[in-house]
C-alpha cells in the first residue's frame, strides 16, 4: 500500500503574499440623479398632469430638449416630442421648465 502525502506548503516570505487596494468608485455629480429633479419627473408624470403640464423644457447638460413626459423607468426618462421619443438619463437633467420658467410642484 502507498502512503499519501499529507504536506502542506505555507509560504513564510510575507512579500509572497498580495495587497490588493479596493478603493470605493467615485461617482460623478453627472451621474447622480438629483432627488429634486426626480421629484419633479414623478409628480409630472402622472396622465393628468401629462396632458395639463405640456410642453416641457429639460435642461440637459446644457442643451434643451423639449416635449411631454412619455415613460419614465428607473433612471432614463422617455420624452415625445412630435411623434418622436426621446431616451434621456435622468441623472443628465439639470432642471425641468414649464412655459421657460424652473417648474415647482408646489403650484
Known amino acids: 500500500m502507498e502512503e499519501e502525502s ?5 509560504p513564510n516570505d510575507e512579500s509572497a503574499w498580495e495587497t490588493i487596494e479596493v478603493k470605493p468608485s467615485v461617482q460623478t455629480a453627472s451621474h447622480v440623479v438629483n ?3 426626480m421629484g419633479k419627473i414623478r409628480y409630472l408624470s402622472e396622465p393628468f398632469r401629462k396632458q395639463a403640464y405640456k410642453p416641457l423644457q429639460f435642461i440637459v ?6 416635449g411631454t413626459i412619455h415613460k419614465v423607468e428607473d433612471d432614463i426618462l422617455w420624452i415625445e416630442a412630435d411623434d ?3 431616451e434621456v438619463e435622468i441623472a443628465k437633467i439639470e432642471d425641468v421648465l414649464w412655459r421657460g420658467q424652473p417648474f415647482d410642484s408646489k403650484l
Open 6 to 10: 499529507t504536506s502542506v506548503f505555507v
Open 35 to 37: 432627488p429634486a429633479i
Open 61 to 66: 447638460e446644457g442643451d434643451v430638449v423639449k
Open 84 to 86: 418622436v421619443v426621446t
